[in-house]
Structure formats: structure tokens, C-alpha cells
């Protein structure tokens, strides 16, 4: 029979083993809308369950620039936070400077290599090492349309070509209701952009354009098109859309003030937040012309490299919460991603979940999937800038003709 010394002594060494592999780990992201806010709240709630503290490093701002600049002045200053949402190319340029931490002892023994799609394991890895732990596939050509909108306004379903779609947006604005909720930021006129160039030019051209920055194709016909096609968007928003956060546009969507937003399918997360039911309340389509193609956006987070035994713990079991079947599964269903997890049970998501989980593994077969260049997924962040803001600047002045847009992109496209 232990005596109540001993007891006490081995109550103090199981607690003081616990602390001593407890850690704190300070997150860097820009998830604060509605959806996104009860996403990493879920994330939370797994770390504090494993003993660890959280500590939330949310930069608003949606797209994440804000958090970038934010990243940036922490790493130069010498203090990074153990996680930050950083991904695609991006994730190449934080692991050259030496400063992200090796996850291949989690992947390992978490068996990453068996559990991810070849595409996003190589993203993830830097010189073949894992340096970022993926969070979720999101699809970007999504048109989010309401319902009941649609109905009063004649319109009989999700319109599947861009000509379709301006029929439709015509009678909406004739019902007197906004035909295309839009947020003015350079990333949200890029969001439409990149739909509009795969939906008139499909996703060999968006490829050659957008992702291989072919001068050949951005100074093509079919980029002309696609400008001119851009444009015509334009006349179907409203004049309150400059620098209207995203949320803000699928709200005027949930609220019936609006027909349509085009923008991924983080956006699908306001309406479950808001208790709307896709296929009744609100159809998830593909963006017109795009529904053979697939523009994917996974997010993920990066770890710093840190000292403290108990952090480097904390990051460990932070890499390997994000790629558990748990947090796959309740993150995805709040946030209107898919897992990135293979073979997870899709039994719990909605219809428009498994049209994207369906179409992501027929468009890897038929080379319908392509990185989605608006969310920082297919090529350098100068390049993906500079053009984001030729784009944003062809949408805002309609003085700049279609034949300079285009040379403008083009020559956006050529920054180093
Ligand atoms: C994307 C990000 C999504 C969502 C969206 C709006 O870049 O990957 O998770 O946060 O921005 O902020």
C-alpha cells in the first residue's frame, strides 16, 4: 500500500512530466470571419487537450497579406511564433533562409508520405524535407449563388457559361437586387479573374497564362477575351464593393441582397455559420465554364524553429493534430474545405464538399486541377503581386483598354 508520501511524490513527478512536455505554441494566421474563427477554434481546442497553451496570433485581413507583412517584422526581429499560415511557393522562400523547422520526424512516424496526394506532399517538403504540416484543400471556382434570389428574379439555376451567366445577371439587376456580391481588394478581383481566364480559355490556357506566365498566351486572343469578359462583371456590382471584405459579400448573398459571389469555398463556411443549407438556401456551382476544372488552394502552417524543449514538443504535436483524422474532419466541416487527409469518411459533408472531393481526384486524372494563382498557390509572390495589381488596376479604371490590360498583365508577369 503506497504511503500518502509516496503518493505525493508520484503525483508531482507525473505532473511535472506533463509540464515538462507541455509547451506554449503562438499561431499565426488571418482566419476571423464567422466560418473561419469556429475553424481554428477547433484547433485550439485539440492543442489545449494535449496539455499545450495556444496562443492566438490572429492578423485580420482576409487573402493574408496583412499577416504576411506582420510574419515578416516578427522573423526580421529575431522572434518568430512557433506556427504561421504560410503557403504554396511561399513556403520555398521561408525554408531558403534557414529558418522553418524540419517535420520529417512527425511525417514520419504519422506516415504523411501514404496520407497526401503526391502534389501536396511536394509543396509541403523543401530539399525532400517536410517543413509545413497541410491543413485542408479548398477550391477556388466556386460561384456561390442564393436561392431564393435566383427565384425572384426568373432565373432558373446556376448558370454554366459566362453568356448564360450575364443573361442571368441582367435579371437580377432588372428585379432590382445586386446580380455580383464583390469585395474590392486586389485579391478578391483576382479570386473572379483567375475564374473568368479558366472559364474562357479552360485550364491548358490558364495554365500556359497564369501559372507558366507564357508571353505568348498572355498576350493571346483568349486573354483578350477574358479581359473583356472581366470587365462585364464589373458592371454587375455595386458601388459600395471598393475594399468590401469578403465576408461582407457573402453575407449580401445570404441575406438575399444579392444573386451571386465568385469566390472559394472558404466562403461555403459563413453560410453553414449562418445555418444555410446548400442545394435549399444557397447553390454551390462552378464558376461558368469551369466545371471540368478545379482551382485548388490548400492551406497549411509552417513551424519556426524554436529552442525551448517544451515548444519544439508543442510544434510536434501541432504537425500532427493538423493532419489527424479528428481535425480533418471538424476543421473541414466548418471552414467549406475538403480534408487533405486521403480516405477520410466524407459521410458528415454536405453535397457541394463531396462535388469538390469528387472533382478534385477526376481533375488530378484529366489535368483539370491547377494551382489557383490568387491565393498564393502557383507561382512567386513578386510576380503573383505585380500582377494582381495590373489586374485590380484594369478593373478600377475603366479608362485602360483592353489591349493595354493585357500588355499591362504581361508585362507584370515578366517581375523577378
Ligand atoms: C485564402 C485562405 C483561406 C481563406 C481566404 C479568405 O487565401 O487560403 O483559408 O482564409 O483566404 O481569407
Known amino acids: 500500500m503506497l504511503k500518502l508520501s509516496q503518493l505525493a511524490t508520484a503525483v508531482a513527478l507525473v505532473v511535472a512530466g506533463a509540464a515538462a512536455t507541455a509547451g506554449e505554441v503562438e499561431v499565426l494566421h488571418y482566419w476571423t470571419s464567422g466560418g473561419e474563427a469556429k475553424s481554428v477554434a477547433e484547433l485550439k481546442k485539440i492543442m489545449q487537450a494535449k496539455g499545450h497553451a495556444w496562443k492566438d496570433f490572429a492578423v485580420a485581413g482576409g487573402g493574408g497579406d496583412n499577416a504576411a507583412t506582420v510574419l515578416k517584422s516578427r522573423v526580421v526581429s529575431g522572434n518568430p511564433p512557433a506556427a504561421a499560415q504560410i503557403k504554396g511557393p511561399a513556403i520555398q522562400e521561408w525554408a531558403s533562409e534557414g529558418v522553418l523547422a524540419n517535420l520529417d520526424a512527425t511525417a514520419k512516424a504519422e506516415k504523411w508520405d501514404t496520407l497526401l496526394p503526391g502534389v501536396v506532399a511536394n509543396v509541403m517538403k523543401y530539399k525532400g524535407n517536410y517543413v509545413a504540416a497541410p491543413v485542408n484543400v479548398h477550391r477556388v471556382n466556386w460561384m456561390w449563388a442564393n436561392s431564393a434570389v435566383l427565384k425572384k428574379a426568373g432565373v432558373a439555376g446556376a448558370p454554366k457559361s459566362w453568356d448564360e451567366f450575364f443573361v ?249
Open 168 to 416: 442571368a445577371a441582367e435579371k437580377v439587376k432588372k428585379a432590382g437586387l445586386i446580380a455580383v456580391a464583390h469585395g474590392g481588394q486586389n485579391w478578391q478581383d483576382f479570386t473572379t479573374f483567375e475564374s473568368v481566364v479558366l472559364g474562357v480559355g479552360g485550364a491548358k490556357f490558364y495554365s500556359d497564362a497564369l501559372v507558366k506566365l507564357d508571353q505568348k498566351a498572355l498576350t493571346s486572343d483568349t486573354m483578350k477575351k477574358s479581359l473583356e469578359t472581366f470587365r462585364k462583371i464589373k458592371g454587375y456590382t455595386d458601388a459600395a464593393a471598393p475594399g468590401r471584405d469578403w465576408n461582407l459579400a457573402t453575407a449580401m448573398v445570404i441575406q438575399e441582397k444579392a444573386a451571386f459571389q465568385f469566390m472559394g469555398d472558404w466562403a461555403k463556411g459563413e453560410f453553414s455559420a449562418a445555418g444555410k443549407v446548400p442545394g435549399k438556401d444557397y447553390i454551390c456551382a462552378a464558376a461558368p465554364g469551369t466545371a471540368n476544372a478545379y482551382t485548388f488552394n490548400v492551406d497549411s502552417f509552417a513551424m519556426f524553429k524554436l529552442k525551448d524543449a517544451g515548444a519544439q514538443k508543442a510544434q510536434g504535436d501541432l504537425a500532427a493534430s493538423i493532419m489527424g483524422t479528428e481535425f480533418q474532419e471538424v476543421f473541414n466541416l466548418n471552414k467549406g474545405s475538403i480534408p487533405v487527409r486521403l480516405n477520410m469518411d466524407m459521410a458528415k459533408f454536405d453535397d457541394c464538399a463531396k462535388l469538390s472531393a469528387k472533382d478534385f481526384v477526376s481533375t488530378a486524372k484529366s489535368g483539370g486541377l491547377v494551382p489557383s494563382v490568387a491565393h498564393g498557390m502557383a507561382i512567386a509572390p513578386a510576380a503573383e503581386g505585380a500582377i494582381k495589381d495590373a489586374v485590380s488596376q484594369f478593373w478600377n479604371d475603366d479608362k485602360i483598354s483592353v489591349a493595354d490590360g493585357v500588355a499591362n498583365i504581361a508585362k507584370a508577369a515578366a517581375t523577378k
